[in-house]
C-alpha cells in the first residue's frame, strides 16, 4: 500500500525520484517494475503485478460503450514500462509529461495501490477543490465509512 505526499523536481532528462518510502514497499514485490500511465489528469504509476489485475480486470469479452473503449485506448497508450535506476529514479516519458502538464515540480503522493504524480499548481488546485466545502468532506467521510 503507498500513502503519503512527496515534492521533486523533474531533471533536465525527465527523470524523478520516488519516494523512499515507496521504493521499499515495491522492492518487496518479486518484480519492482512500474508502468506509467495517463491517468485524471496525472500520471498513475501502478506496479507491475497491479497492472497484470488491472489488465484482467478491463479485458472482457462482453461489449462496452463507446466511451470505455475511448477511455481504455487513452488508458493504455501511454502505458510504459518503467524500471528505477539505482538511486531510485524513474525516466517519464515526455507524451506523459505533456498530457498531466508537468513541467519541473511535482508532487509524489500514495493511493493505495498506485502511486501519482501530479504536477505542483494542478496539486494545489485539487486540494482546494477537495476542502473547500466542510460539509462535502464530513459526507464524504461517512461515505466512506471512516
Avoid at 4 to 27: N, T
Avoid at 60 to 73: C, D, G, I, W, Y
Avoid at 113 to 130: C, M, N, S
Avoid at 136 to 145: C, Y
Amino acid at each position: 500500500m503507498f500513502a503519503g505526499r512527496y515534492e521533486y523536481s523533474i531533471d533536465d532528462k525527465s527523470r524523478v525520484s520516488i519516494p523512499a518510502k515507496f521504493r521499499e514497499a515495491l522492492s518487496q514485490s518479486a518484480d519492482s517494475r512500474l508502468i506509467l500511465t495517463n491517468l485524471d489528469g496525472c500520471i498513475a504509476a501502478y506496479p507491475y503485478q497491479e497492472w497484470l489485475n488491472i489488465q484482467d480486470k478491463v479485458s472482457t469479452p462482453s461489449p462496452m460503450r463507446k466511451e470505455t473503449r475511448a477511455f481504455l485506448r487513452y488508458f493504455y497508450s501511454g502505458a510504459t514500462e518503467c524500471s528505477l535506476d539505482k538511486l531510485g529514479r524513474v525516466l517519464i516519458p515526455q507524451t506523459l509529461k505533456t498530457d498531466a502538464h508537468i513541467q519541473k515540480n511535482v508532487v509524489i503522493i500514495g493511493v493505495g495501490k498506485k502511486i501519482e504524480v501530479w504536477a505542483k499548481e494542478k496539486w494545489e488546485e485539487l486540494v482546494r477543490l477537495a476542502t473547500a466545502d466542510p460539509d462535502q468532506i464530513a459526507d464524504i467521510v461517512s461515505e466512506l465509512g471512516l
